[in-house]
Nanobody, 131 residues
Framework: EVQLAESGGGLVQAGGSLRLSCTAS????????IGWFQQVPGKEREGVAV????????YYADSAKGRFIISRDVSKNTVFLRMNNLKPEDTAVYYC????????????????????????WGKGTLVTVSS
């Protein structure tokens, strides 16, 4: 059974930083995308930072570029999201998710919502940014 265990959310003032962690277990593929998806009430879930298992290459949503950094510790099956210069509009539940790399790439190329490409989800961690 695939499990994604998240940690690191919380309350922070605007301009502050947080680091989210996601440890994956129970999967056997070497070819996958794993990353962080943002869920804001009333809006569609959106990938903010995703990393490839093949070469560690990252993808960032426009809202995350220049502020968020996704990284991984392959030996621990853990992915991190360093969130800097946080803004009130970053307030959301952040979910760690994992899915086939090819399916996720197809979604991005075709312009389809990338969260449809992910098979496994963590429970989510709440990030609240106060102004």
């Amino acid at each position: 059974e695939v499990q994604l265990a998240e940690s690191g959310g919380g309350l922070v003032q605007a301009g502050g930083s947080l680091r989210l962690s996601c440890t994956a277990s129970g999967f056997g593929s070497d070819d996958y995308a794993i990353g962080w998806f943002q869920q804001v009430p009333g809006k569609e879930r959106e990938g903010v930072a995703v990393i490839s298992s093949i070469d560690g290459s990252p993808y960032y949503a426009d809202s995350a570029k220049g502020r968020f950094i996704i990284s991984r510790d392959v030996s621990k099956n853990t992915v991190f999201l360093r969130m800097n210069n946080l803004k009130p509009e970053d307030t959301a539940v952040y979910y760690c998710a994992l899915g086939p790399l090819g399916r996720w790439l197809d979604a991005k190329i075709s312009g389809r919502p990338d969260y449809h490409a992910m098979d496994y989800w963590g429970k989510g961690t709440l990030v609240t940014v106060s102004s």
